[in-house]
């Protein structure tokens, strides 16, 4: 609240991140397999597993992959 008020009081913007979604847009740059989701099963294919493009949350390495992208990012805007 005390933020809000400060924000309202002097006319400023403000943005919301929500964090857990940051990670689903992280790039992996291992190889990572899960097994099929309950519910999208193939009938046939129960032994097949599924190859991860981009980070999910809950992913060991879905806060350095988070991390190597917005390294990179301010990086490359001048920051150090």
């Not at 999208?40 to 294919?45: C, D």
């Not at 301010?74 to 150090?80: A, D, K, N, T, Y």
Request: net charge positive.
């Amino acid at each position: 609240r005390v933020v809000l008020s400060y924000v309202a009081y002097f006319d400023l913007e403000l943005w919301q991140m929500d964090v857990k979604t940051t990670f689903l847009n992280g790039d992996l740059k291992e190889e990572v397999y899960i097994e099929q989701p309950q519910g999208f099963i193939k009938a046939g294919n129960e032994e097949k597993v599924c190859k991860l493009k981009k980070a999910l949350y809950g992913l060991k390495q879905a806060p350095r992959a988070w991390y190597q992208k917005i390294h990179s990012y301010f990086l490359s805007q001048g920051f150090s």
